[in-house]
């Protein structure tokens, strides 16, 4: 029988557990599960954790990406998140997650810190020890819709810019409130 993916993450959880115990901190009760951060598919984020006020049942709610497959780079973002378990979100990546995170081993800048050296040779034997991670990577399209630059107006004096309908285009640019005279053409006007 095929291990499911959020049975290897619990799994993870209970690996990474003595870790923070080792440091005073207890990883509460959370729901673990693959999926999207809130702040959607092209935002970067590899992991999200909920605090127990958003949930109906009282506990952290962790999502690590589906666009992630490597069973290191999993844990890391797991242990990421799990240090927001612990805080309860309540601190965001301020002082006090700092203060865990780097007592844990995790380096870099707060909002993206991961695995320090010594962390990261922990949870690489984590991961040997949980084997695959039993998911196949999402290629989800990460590049933004290219968009044509708006048609907008701007007073060559002063700077003042103000964004044009494109039902308005064919009256021409506007006149500038403060200096009086006409607004110069920005942008994509051709859609008259």
Not at 106 to 131: N, V
Not at 135 to 158: I, M, Q, T
Not at 159 to 168: I, N, T
């Amino acid at each position: 029988m095929q291990i499911l993916r959020e049975a290897w993450l619990h799994s993870a959880i209970e690996l990474v557990r003595p870790l923070f115990t080792e440091k005073h901190y207890v990883i509460p009760e959370c729901h673990v599960s693959v999926g999207f951060a809130s702040t959607g598919v092209r935002s970067g984020h590899i992991g999200q954790c909920w605090s127990t006020k958003s949930s109906e049942d009282a506990r952290n709610q962790i999502f690590v990406s589906p666009a992630l497959s490597d069973p290191f780079a999993v844990i890391d973002t797991l242990v990421h998140e799990l240090v927001h378990a612990v805080d309860d979100c309540q601190h965001k990546h301020g002082k006090e997650f700092k203060k865990m995170a780097l007592s844990l081993g995790m380096k870099g800048p707060m909002r993206s810190a991961g695995a320090g050296p010594t962390l990261k040779i922990k949870l690489e034997a984590i991961a040997s020890q949980l084997g695959p991670y039993p998911h196949g990577k999402l290629n989800a399209p990460s590049k933004r819709p290219v968009r044509r630059d708006r048609p907008r107006a701007k007073c060559s004096e002063c700077g003042y810019q103000v964004p044009m309908l494109k039902k308005f285009l064919s009256y021409g640019p506007p006149i500038c409130p403060k200096d009086k005279i006409e607004m110069e053409p920005v942008g994509n006007w051709e859609e008259v």
